[in-house]
């Protein structure tokens, strides 16, 4: 696959175009926000019922019962994060390459090395999954939030034949 750097470099001597946003502006609370603020909830309270004496607590049972139950909600916030949030991913473009970012890192693809869009649900809401050809930098299949204006700009330019919108 050609220049898959995360830095979004390559080799291409072409002048670089406006790049749109077909990801949703949500992205970034599903991705940023909202494992930042549940995490430290969660956490805090956790660590309130670990850390205080028993005594202190005046429950009307044993305190272990809400430490194992707050340990465990926990765990399944770390995995609900880790399955369903992360891979989530913010997708910029323009008539020649595609820009996939986690926030962090970037990697660009040219449309030629994408397979398809293909849109699915994702909690509740319509979600694409971008098929490569080949695995790229965040793997072969990328899960994205489209934007309003996604399907606008996908046949204002011209790549609709990517889109799949039922593969049953």
Not at 87 to 94: E, G, N, Q, S, Y
Request: hydrophobic share 45%; with cysteine.
């Amino acid at each position: 696959m050609e220049n898959q750097s995360p830095n979004g470099s390559g080799s291409s001597g072409s002048a670089r175009t406006d790049s749109t946003n077909l990801s949703s502006n949500t992205t970034l609370v599903w991705r940023i926000f909202l494992p930042v603020f549940g995490s430290v909830f969660i956490s805090g309270m956790l660590l309130a019922f670990w850390l205080i004496d028993e005594e202190e607590l005046y429950l009307p049972y044993s305190v272990w019962w809400p430490r194992l139950i707050l340990a465990a909600l926990w765990l399944a916030w770390l995995y609900f994060l880790r399955r369903r949030v992360w891979p989530l991913k913010r997708i910029d473009a323009d008539p020649n390459y595609l820009a996939v970012t986690n926030y962090w890192t970037t990697a660009r693809y040219p449309w030629s090395d994408i397979e398809l869009l293909e849109k699915r649900k994702f909690l509740g809401r319509q979600a694409f999954c971008l098929h490569l050809k080949a695995s790229g930098y965040f793997g072969k299949q990328i899960l994205f939030l489209p934007a309003s204006h996604f399907y606008t700009w996908m046949e204002e330019n011209g790549k609709q034949e990517y889109l799949v919108i039922d593969r049953h």
